[in-house]
């Protein structure tokens, strides 16, 4: 079963537009998520996080909101730049007896056309 | 400030044979994550290393071993190699396994088993 969940597996947004791209969680403990971000050959680079004890954390263009009732973020960036396109991820952190463990979703291509 | 490195690049195995694969960790950081990335999914867990002792592990055989060494390098072996271990190993670094959440991720290692 998967615990995170990228419905979308491909976005294309115009250049100067908001992407908008969702991610949903089963798992009540969960306390931090993350969006990382890949460009094909490189390994997954952190973007933004939230606490589950907010609702929204800003850095620049880019805006997580989660909404803990429904189990559900989003990241918002704003404008897209056509050097935003690339693989996004969602993952979502939990302790697990000492470690701290990251669970991903599949992934949302994401292509910012200029 | 050196980032994650993996070595090496890519890799090709036969079934059957078994394999290492190395990990340089961020400086400064003292746990290490392997992950297992499958074709068009998100990378998956397989264990967490703190101070030389795994201490989390995901749902992988025992197959998959590690260690991490006391410069915080670390290897990741996986014997008796099947067809569905062909994946994107990534590594990712953090400065501590409890209070942090973050991980940093190296650029991987493409393992191919014929």
């Known amino acids: 079963d998967q615990q995170v969940k990228q419905n979308s597996p491909s976005l294309s947004v115009q250049e100067g537009r908001i992407s908008i791209l969702n991610c949903d969680y089963t798992?009540?403990?969960?306390?931090?998520f993350l969006w990382y971000k890949k460009y094909p050959a490189e390994g997954p680079t952190f973007l933004i996080s939230i606490s589950s004890i907010k609702d929204k954390n800003e850095d620049g263009r880019f805006t997580v909101f989660l909404n803990k009732s429904a189990k559900h973020l989003s990241l918002h960036i704003v404008p897209s730049q056509p050097g935003d396109s690339a693989v996004y991820f969602c993952?979502?952190?939990?302790?697990?007896?000492?470690?701290?463990?990251?669970?991903f979703g599949s992934g949302t291509q994401l292509t910012v056309l200029p | 400030e050196t980032g994650v490195t993996q070595s090496p690049t890519h890799l090709i195995k036969t079934r059957g044979q078994q394999v290492t694969l190395r990990c340089s960790s961020q400086s400064g950081h003292n746990t290490v994550s392997w992950y297992q990335q499958a074709l068009g999914q998100g990378p998956q867990f397989i264990f967490q290393?703190?101070?030389?002792?795994?201490?989390g592990r995901g749902n992988f055989p025992p197959r998959f071993s590690g260690l991490q060494f006391p410069n915080y390098s670390s290897e990741l072996n996986v014997n008796a190699l099947e067809l569905d271990d062909s994946a994107l190993y990534l590594c990712?670094?953090?400065?501590?396994?409890?209070?942090?959440?973050?991980?940093?991720f190296g650029p991987g290692t493409r393992l191919t088993v014929t």
């Open positions: 798992n009540s403990m969960f306390d931090y």
């Open positions: 993952a979502a952190s939990e302790m697990t007896g000492s470690a701290r463990q990251l669970t």
């Open positions: 290393y703190y101070r030389e002792e795994e201490n």
């Open positions: 990712a670094s953090s400065p501590q396994s409890r209070s942090t959440y973050e991980q940093y």
